[in-house]
């Protein structure tokens, strides 16, 4: 069995705001094991990137984690002062971050940027040598002529490399848990391919474990193990890459297999399936089940209470009063 290496236990976070008080994380629970990789699906306001960025404790006021814990290891970071967690964030426990053209500062160089990590957490190493682990790191990346690159900017680079720059920061130390968030945004096809073909390399290099955020069901299906789907800030549905296509049982989780496009030999064009509405407002979420306005399965049950999450047969759970049946 894969050793465990993050573990988020009934994960809360909240906003007070002058319009009210939301949890866009509410009771958010998985595990990262070494060497796999956990897909977070669902769509945007789902809660996605804010339990990023709870884990990696970078919420700023008026968010706050109000309880809970997070174990890297077996120890909480939500323990950690904030001198401990500086040691443990992009050392052992890094991200890449969704947009890399606004995480990159512009006035500063790729290499300065690759460099600042080392230099902060590999401490004995003179700066020739922090110069030619960051070199190293745009080659273990696929990006051309490193030497160059190191002293260009970002904005001399194409929207494919300032992503591979961004995974050689996260990657320079050899974190044990990566977190990446939508990390094929903006990206075209032929350059998505790459960046995910690099990720595995360097997962399989590294043996790290790896927290995938995206939209794209096919690149779960291609880079996951497990999956979890949110919802409003909760998870409506978890389970391995199996449980979740060929058995999903939420009605959400079927919703958004069912936009998938397929193109199949002699068919024939047709309109795609969508799941009607939108995502509720955290501000004024309804009352029992939070996507019944968007369910065509809803029931007076779930106008009153909020399902639980239930589990099904090994990791495979689901938060749903009248779960989809689907072929075992």
Do not use: W
Not at 250 to 256: D, E, M, V
Not at 284 to 301: A, I, N, S, Y
Request: with cysteine; aromatic share 6%; charged share 25%.
């Amino acid at each position: 069995m894969s050793e465990t290496l993050l573990e988020v236990q009934n994960l809360r976070t909240r906003y007070k705001t002058d319009d009210g008080v939301l949890f866009p994380v509410d009771d958010i629970s998985f595990r990262v094991k070494k060497g796999q990789t956990l897909g977070i699906v669902g769509e945007s306001g789902c809660g996605k990137s804010q339990t990023a960025l709870s884990i990696m404790r970078l919420i700023q006021k008026p968010g706050e984690i109000v309880s809970g814990d997070v174990l890297f290891k077996g120890e909480s970071l939500l323990k950690k002062t904030d001198a401990q967690m500086r040691e443990i964030l992009g050392n052992q426990l890094a991200m890449i971050f969704q947009e890399p053209m606004t995480s990159l500062n512009p006035v500063y160089t790729i290499g300065d940027q690759v460099e600042e990590s080392i230099r902060l957490h590999q401490k004995g190493l003179t700066q020739d040598q922090i110069k030619n682990k960051a070199i190293e790191m745009l080659r273990l990346v696929g990006i051309p002529a490193p030497e160059k690159r190191y002293h260009e900017y970002p904005h001399q680079l194409s929207g494919g490399m300032r992503q591979r720059v961004m995974i050689a920061m996260a990657m320079s130390c050899n974190p044990q848990v990566l977190i990446a968030d939508e990390p094929t945004t903006a990206l075209d096809v032929t350059i998505q391919a790459q960046i995910l073909d690099l990720m595995r390399k360097v997962q399989k290099e590294f043996q790290a474990g790896m927290i995938l955020i995206t939209h794209d069901l096919g690149v779960v299906a291609e880079m996951c193990q497990d999956v979890l789907v949110m919802y409003a800030g909760k998870i409506v549905e978890y389970g391995t890459v199996e449980d979740i296509f060929y058995r999903p049982k939420h009605p959400y989780t079927k919703g958004l297999l069912d936009s998938i496009p397929h193109f199949e030999t002699g068919s024939r064009l047709q309109q795609l399936n969508t799941i009607p509405g939108l995502v509720p407002n955290l501000y004024k979420l309804p009352q029992g089940c939070r996507f019944q306005d968007r369910c065509k399965f809803v029931t007076d049950e779930c106008k009153r209470a909020e399902p639980n999450l239930e589990n099904l047969r090994g990791v495979h759970r689901v938060a749903c009063f009248n779960p989809v049946k689907s072929a075992e």
